[in-house]
């Protein structure tokens, strides 16, 4: 396979230039990196106009889980756009988005079986949020309408999701608008001091939120995490006993647990759902990403029996007042179906065990490199940083080792001073490797 060399690829990126405002980007920054047209994609490699390749190891923002142009969800698309392509969920059900919904609960041994959808992961949180919020309404609770979040946590950009976010960015420019939240400490094991445990750190933060609850809980309706790893917050990852002393204080202080799965669900920690490991389920869990294979915009959120009858009332206004005009999609819904297939047929949680292992193998000389730090896994996802003395600037870094990893044939993007990887689950061992080396190189690259 080629690899891309030249990034100056047609008037098709001077035309989306001129046209296409592109998300969470400073369009000057292209000026001096270019957009890259892509033309096609098949398994885990795109392909510019030019039949340049690209090993896609971010799986194009977490999304694709199977492969670009799979076989088998390009076919169960196919098969629903013969029947109907979309018809709106007020009033109306069809086949896809009620089996889908069966086929979730069940995932979740039916401890959450009522399923809500929307199309982005941002619109799902807003549903988690709203939800709780007017749940405790309904139960004539109605102060109870504060959120709690985690240091370094990202839940998307919409106001009521980036109100949980806590990227310094985003709030210098919406801070304004958004509503007031409690912000408490990260169980990130990276903060472990000399002789603490990744549990160590749970505990600590834990402890934390306890006190917060014991003064505030009369006014908390939710606390919203990222089960096991903060992804956008720099890859952070923390041990299962956070999320079920989260779970513990949350029954202790009548507060609702909102486990944001969107980027760590869909098997990408090991277990389908991330609260698997630590055996605990929350009042509501979010989906998106992953759950279409990465085919088409689907978010959906889960919640409990409890949660869905306090809703269930004659009058209108007692109803979940939230709608979304492709709510449910049926392509959408067909492609979660054969996502949720594969799954299955394929043995995919128990294949991607020795895929885990490749990765690791593949980055193995990280670490022992003395220019990185915290080098960390957690099944599908695997991170690690590189330390600021060795930066040459931090503010262009990751602009830049993006920039080597194109011209290794990757698809790389870093966030901040942290290179991570969450690639498809169909990544050979060979490509691994290929992977880990290429890294490597594009770092040497950046650093020399």
Known sequence: MKVISDLNQSSLVDRSLAAVWHPCTQMKQHESFPLIAIASGKG??????????????????????????????????????????HVMLAGFTHQPVVELSEKLSALTQGNLGHVFYASDGASAVEIALKMSHHYWNLNQKPQKKKFVCLQNGYHGETLGALAVTDVAIFREAYGSLLQ??????????????????AEDVAKHAAAELEILFEKEHENIAAIIVEPLVQCAGQ?????????????????????????????????????????????????????????????????????TDKIYRAFYREETKHGFLHSHSYTGNPLA??????????????????????RTRDLANAFAWAKSDERIEHWRQKGM???????????????????????????????????GNTIYVMPPYILSTDEAMQMGKNVAGALEQVLL
């Open 180 to 197: 007031d939240v409690f912000t408490v400490s990260s169980p990130d094991a990276r903060k472990a001091k000399s002789g603490e445990t």
């Open 235 to 303: 890859m952070a990852m923390y041990s299962p006993e956070y999320l079920r002393l989260v779970r513990a204080l949350c029954d202790r202080f009548s507060i609702h647990l909102i486990a944001d799965e969107i980027a760590v669900g869909c098997g990408r920690t090991g277990t389908f759902f991330a609260c698997e490991q630590a055996q605990i389920w929350p009042d509501f869990l979010t989906l998106s990403k992953g759950i279409s294979g990465g085919y088409l915009p689907l978010s959906l959120c889960l919640t």
């Open 44 to 85: 885990a490699w795109l392909y510019d106009e030019a039949e340049n390749a690209l090993l896609d190891c971010i799986s194009s923002w977490w999304t694709n889980l199977f492969g670009h142009a799979n076989p088998r969800i390009n076919l169960a698309i196919t098969k629903q756009l013969e029947k109907i392509e």
């Open 381 to 415: 996802i695997l991170a690690f940083d590189v330390k600021e003395k060795y930066l040459k600037n931090s503010k262009t870094f990751a602009r830049e080792m993006f920039s080597a990893c194109i011209d290794q044939g990757l698809l790389i993007r870093p966030i």
């Open 333 to 354: 819904c067909a492609a979660a179906l054969a996502c949720l297939d594969i799954f299955e047929t394929e043995n995919v949680l128990e294949k991607n065990k020795a």
